[in-house]
């Protein structure tokens, strides 16, 4: 046999072993957040316990990634075997039998799970996506200027109170910003954050016959609060900003206060990430006139599509990502204040991540007051902090956050942003046969 002969044999041979190895590919969509980002870095460790699952990732930017997910499962495009998805998705789309049910046998430790987590992401008591990390809101603020101010930041303060803590703090000439909120347009958006603001004012979405609320004095009272907060003591372009903005401006010390996902603590924490990390307290979410609402409540998940051909190396992955290991993992190679918080009880009973988070209490006592069935003053028939958790509740949150942002812009009254906003919703429970 010649050289030529023989060294053709043995490329032919190692890419039948390489192809023998990894039989099947497996393609994950996800939102480009700091966590997703680690975890396609971790990747290589799956793919050593499973040398058969080649992974490809998708990541896109939030809002992208929810309208490419929503058409996919819809169409049953097939696409991706396993989404990003989250707490308003995961019952609908279980409910309409549009995912498969998680593995939580064995040792994946389904009671692990944080039960409101658990439960916002099941329907009829199926686990229809598992919690990568979940989430409420809460306040972190620059400790060091508040002292410079002479003010305090507590526990559930008065948004009152909050207006003039920014107010205090808000030095424009020198690159600090009193505030910085969400602004950017979506119902995972800016509404996420809005209607927090709106619940603890008393407003609602809908009344009890699923009439649209957002011209109620509650509704117009909460937004002019929110736009004029922003107005006077937010960053330039607030209409534009959402979460990776905002944790870019309050890294680079130019925020005084940011309310916003608990999630984010661990990166204003970071000396690697922030500027200001050994000045960042911590307090729970502010409210108006009731608690009831006033911190949101969400877990970005993974969830596998009912019609992917590839479902058992989805479930694998799901398993993986989402368990005491894979935190464990992030622990022991990033050290145990970078792991995805929000999912498990056994987390915050660790001694190394408590040593680590500074935020684990205030974070967990976030988490454990969202109540999603008891989420605003005056009865409703949804469930659902942030959000109404029915199908047509995507198109209509996201009008009302185009029209919000409209008004944070200032091309838009606030009067006439919601106006609009509820012409638009009126029109789709309308054609959905809610009335």
């Known amino acids: 046999m010649t050289t030529l002969r023989k060294t053709a044999l043995t490329c032919a041979v190692s890419l039948a072993a390489v192809n023998t190895l990894a039989d099947t590919q497996i393609t994950i969509a996800t939102v480009n957040n ?30 992208v990634l929810r309208q490419n997910v929503t058409q996919d499962i819809a169409n049953g495009s097939g696409l991706y075997d396993v989404m990003t998805i989250g707490m308003y998705e995961a019952p609908i789309w279980g409910e309409r039998g549009w995912l498969e049910p998680v593995d939580t046998s064995g040792d994946y430790d389904v009671e692990d799970l944080l039960p409101s987590i658990r439960d916002g992401l099941s329907w009829d008591g199926t686990l229809y996506a598992s919690p990568f990390y979940g989430e409420s809101s809460m306040v972190m603020y620059r400790k060091d200027l508040a002292n410079k101010a002479g003010i305090s930041i507590n526990d559930r303060d008065s948004w009152e109170h909050i207006r003039d803590a920014a107010a205090a703090m808000h030095d424009p000439d020198n690159g600090v910003y009193g505030i910085c909120l969400r602004g950017k347009a979506g119902w995972g958006d800016n509404m996420a954050l809005v209607s927090t603001i709106a619940n603890s004012f008393g407003a609602r979405w809908f009344d009890m016959d699923w009439q649209p609320q957002l011209t109620s004095d509650e509704w117009q009272q909460a937004v002019t609060f929110y736009v004029d907060l922003l107005d006077r003591y937010g960053p330039p372009g607030a209409s534009g900003n959402s979460f990776n903005e905002n944790l870019a401006l309050f890294n680079e010390g130019k925020c005084g206060m940011w309310i916003d996902a608990t999630i984010a603590a661990s990166f204003v924490t970071d000396p690697k990430q922030s500027k200001v990390a050994d000045q960042v307290g911590f307090a729970q979410s502010p409210y108006a006139v009731t608690e009831k609402g006033a911190n949101w409540l969400w877990s970005w998940a993974l969830g596998i599509p009912a019609g992917t051909q590839n479902a058992e190396a989805a479930q694998k992955f799901v398993r993986w990502a989402t368990s005491k290991d894979y935190i464990k993992l992030v622990g022991e190679t990033n050290g145990w204040g970078a792991v995805p918080t929000g999912t498990r009880q056994s987390t915050y009973d660790n001694p190394k991540f408590l040593d680590a988070a500074v935020f684990a209490e205030a974070e967990l006592k976030a988490l454990n007051s969202a109540d999603a069935t008891d989420s605003t003053l005056e009865p409703v028939p949804y469930v659902g902090v942030q959000f109404a958790a029915i199908p047509e509740f995507q198109a209509i949150g996201t009008t009302t956050g185009q029209m919000i942002s409209g008004a944070v812009s200032g091309s838009l009254s606030v009067e006439k942003a919601l106006q609009s906003a509820n012409r638009s919703a009126d029109r789709q429970m309308r054609q959905a046969g809610y009335y």
């Not at 966590?35 to 080649?54: G, N, R």
């Open 34 to 63: 700091g966590h997703m980002i680690e975890m396609q870095k971790l990747t290589p460790e799956f793919e050593k316990l499973y040398p058969d699952i080649d992974v490809k990732w998708v990541t896109l930017e939030e809002n």
